[in-house]
């Protein structure tokens, strides 16, 4: 609770060294046990200082959410109860919870309620499970069976994904097999996103079992790729469409930003994360594939001592990449239920306000330049002195430094940028004005040299 008070307030950035953190607690592996409520405490009051506020309202670094209560509390239950969510005849209560959350988050995201969905660790992770759910699609259609028989020999699998597509993106193609280097890659326009007529013209210039990535939620720009084109095209092909929308799916929740994700509906699998913009503690990522069989037909095992789970049982293990694993749906479906479909939609529409309000507050500077339009919760800006000569990654140091809030850096267009993410539920107007007055404050500093 001391932790949690002080996160409105507390420094954003860490103040202990790596040095002094290993100092602390580092040391040679003790002979005999240790007295556990004093672990705990130490644990707590020496490494606090090595601890980011990344939960708190005033991280803008990368795409941070922070934690709701309910959903801490939901965790404390899931490490309390310690299930293994991978078999529905391990618990029939985590099997249950899956099965409810899994339809509410397809209610909400308007996605085809026979879609499959697998609860992972992240949207990288969610990724990897769809590209391999889509790998053995396309190539079943071109009668090869991939799970038993791997890559060698098989038809050649094309994946085509945009110039900006997420790193992750390239992780998964190298996880299934396709490496990163023979990805298509498209352009996409000044936004970052996907231009339609490159894809056509990269569409026209293959055949055979072809995946097609595109996202919402450009991790600079929050730029989402034309998916009511893109999907025509994909649709004419016979491409299999993935879209990565690690937080841009969320945009479906709200009726104000939903038109940003038109189209998404007709993809056949979609990635998001939990972590990040529906505010559950780490780690926490979803898989969605319109197609079941596809799905379990890459992930799922069988073994002699595997009871699979009968008929409508879930077994959570069939949609994702792991056995033994953490039932991560309960945070989730805590925060739905906190939220509710009208709370959830405030959440999003509040981020993508307050970004628009820090581009108003800092954009009206000379000197400073937002780079995107700011469509949903990224603001990306450039900072030069008045010689005109780029300061941003000294600008981006001395805002870490002075403590307020915390930004973290990035290339666009060849040059250096700072993003600025707003994702977290506690985030208000007062931490946007004060965060904007800190960043503005550092500008004239290292302006001024
Ligand atoms: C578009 C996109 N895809 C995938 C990821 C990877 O997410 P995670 O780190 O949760 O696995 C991110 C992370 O920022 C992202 O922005």
Same mark, same amino acid.
């Given at each position: 609770?001391?932790?949690?008070?002080?996160?409105?307030?507390?420094?954003?950035?860490?103040?202990?060294?790596? *040095?002094?953190?290993?100092?602390?607690?580092?040391?040679?592996?003790?002979?005999?046990? &240790?007295?556990?409520?004093?672990?705990?405490?130490?644990?707590?009051?020496?490494?606090?200082?090595?601890?980011?506020?990344?939960?708190? $309202?005033?991280?803008?670094?990368?795409?941070?959410?922070?934690?709701?209560?309910?959903?801490?509390?939901?965790?404390?239950?899931?490490?309390?109860?310690? &299930?293994?969510?991978?078999?529905?005849?391990?618990?029939?209560?985590?099997?249950?919870?899956?099965?409810?959350?899994?339809?509410?988050?397809?209610?909400?995201?308007?996605?085809?309620?026979?879609?499959?969905?697998?609860?992972?660790?992240?949207?990288?992770?969610?990724?990897?499970?769809?590209?391999?759910?889509?790998?053995? *699609?396309?190539?079943?259609?071109?009668?090869?069976?991939?799970?038993?028989?791997?890559? &060698?020999?098989?038809?050649?699998?094309? !994946?085509?994904?945009?110039?900006?597509?997420? !790193?992750?993106?390239?992780?998964?193609?190298?996880?299934?097999?396709?490496?990163?280097?023979?990805?298509?890659?498209?352009?996409?326009?000044?936004?970052?996103?996907?231009?339609?007529?490159?894809?056509?013209?990269?569409?026209?210039?293959?055949?055979?079992?072809?995946?097609?990535?595109?996202?919402?939620?450009? !991790?600079?720009?929050?730029?989402?790729? $034309?998916?009511?084109?893109?999907?025509?095209?994909?649709?004419?092909?016979?491409?299999?469409?993935? !879209?990565?929308?690690?937080?841009? %799916?969320?945009?479906?929740?709200?009726?104000?930003? =939903?038109?940003?994700?038109?189209? %998404?509906?007709?993809?056949?699998?979609?990635?998001?994360?939990?972590?990040?913009? #529906?505010?559950?503690?780490?780690?926490?990522?979803?898989?969605?594939?319109?197609?079941?069989?596809?799905?379990?037909?890459?992930?799922? &095992?069988?073994?002699?001592?595997?009871?699979?789970?009968?008929?409508?049982? =879930?077994?959570?293990?069939?949609?994702?990449?792991?056995?033994?694993?953490?039932?991560?749906?309960?945070?989730?479906?805590?925060?739905?239920?906190? #939220?509710?479909?009208?709370?959830?939609?405030?959440?999003?529409?509040?981020?993508?306000?307050?970004?628009?309000?820090?581009?108003?507050?800092?954009?009206?500077?000379?000197?400073?330049?937002?780079?995107?339009?700011?469509?949903?919760?990224?603001? #990306?800006?450039?900072?030069?002195?008045?010689?005109?000569?780029?300061?941003?990654?000294?600008?981006?140091?001395?805002?870490?430094?002075?403590?307020?809030?915390?930004?973290?850096?990035?290339?666009?267009?060849?040059?250096?940028?700072?993003?600025?993410?707003?994702?977290?539920? =506690?985030?208000?107007?007062?931490?946007?004005?004060?965060?904007?007055?800190?960043? %503005?404050?550092?500008?004239?500093?290292?302006?001024?040299?």
């Amino acid at each position: 609770m001391a932790f949690l008070n002080s996160l409105p307030d507390r420094p954003v950035a860490p103040r202990a060294s790596s *040095e002094e953190l290993m100092a602390a607690l580092g040391g040679p592996l003790p002979e005999a046990s &240790q007295d556990a409520v004093r672990i705990v405490d130490d644990l707590s009051s020496r490494l606090e200082p090595g601890v980011a506020a990344t939960a708190g $309202p005033r991280y803008f670094g990368f795409v941070t959410g922070g934690s709701y209560p309910v959903a801490l509390a939901a965790d404390w239950l899931v490490s309390t109860w310690d &299930q293994n969510a991978a078999l529905h005849v391990m618990s029939p209560a985590m099997s249950a919870l899956e099965a409810c959350t899994a339809r509410w988050i397809l209610d909400l995201l308007g996605l085809p309620e026979q879609a499959s969905v697998g609860f992972v660790t992240g949207a990288h992770t969610a990724n990897v499970t769809a590209l391999a759910a889509a790998r053995h *699609e396309v190539l079943r259609r071109a009668r090869w069976d991939v799970e038993a028989l791997g890559l &060698q020999g098989a038809p050649q699998l094309t !994946v085509i994904a945009g110039e900006e597509a997420h !790193v992750s993106i390239h992780s998964a193609c190298r996880m299934i097999g396709v490496g990163s280097k023979t990805i298509m890659r498209v352009a996409t326009d000044e936004q970052g996103r996907v231009r339609p007529d490159a894809l056509e013209w990269a569409l026209s210039a293959t055949s055979g079992p072809t995946i097609v990535c595109v996202q919402v939620g450009n !991790v600079n720009t929050g730029a989402c790729d $034309p998916l009511v084109e893109i999907g025509e095209l994909t649709r004419e092909s016979g491409a299999w469409l993935h !879209v990565d929308g690690a937080f841009g %799916l969320w945009a479906a929740a709200s009726p104000a930003y =939903r038109r940003l994700v038109s189209g %998404l509906s007709d993809a056949d699998s979609w990635t998001t994360d939990a972590h990040k913009w #529906l505010n559950v503690p780490y780690d926490s990522g979803i898989v969605i594939v319109r197609h079941p069989a596809a799905h379990r037909a890459a992930m799922s &095992q069988t073994a002699a001592y595997l009871t699979p789970g009968q008929g409508e049982q =879930r077994d959570g293990t069939d949609w994702v990449p792991e056995s033994s694993r953490r039932a991560r749906a309960v945070p989730i479906y805590a925060v739905l239920r906190m #939220l509710g479909r009208s709370g959830l939609a405030d959440l999003i529409d509040r981020c993508c306000r307050l970004a628009v309000r820090m581009a108003d507050r800092l954009g009206n500077t000379p000197g400073v330049q937002v780079l995107n339009e700011v469509v949903l919760n990224q603001v #990306l800006v450039r900072f030069t002195a008045a010689a005109g000569e780029n300061i941003t990654n000294e600008v981006i140091a001395a805002v870490q430094a002075a403590g307020v809030c915390w930004c973290g850096g990035t290339m666009w267009a060849g040059a250096p940028a700072m993003r600025i993410s707003v994702s977290n539920w =506690r985030t208000d107007e007062a931490d946007i004005d004060r965060s904007a007055a800190s960043i %503005l404050e550092c500008h004239s500093h290292v302006g001024a040299g």
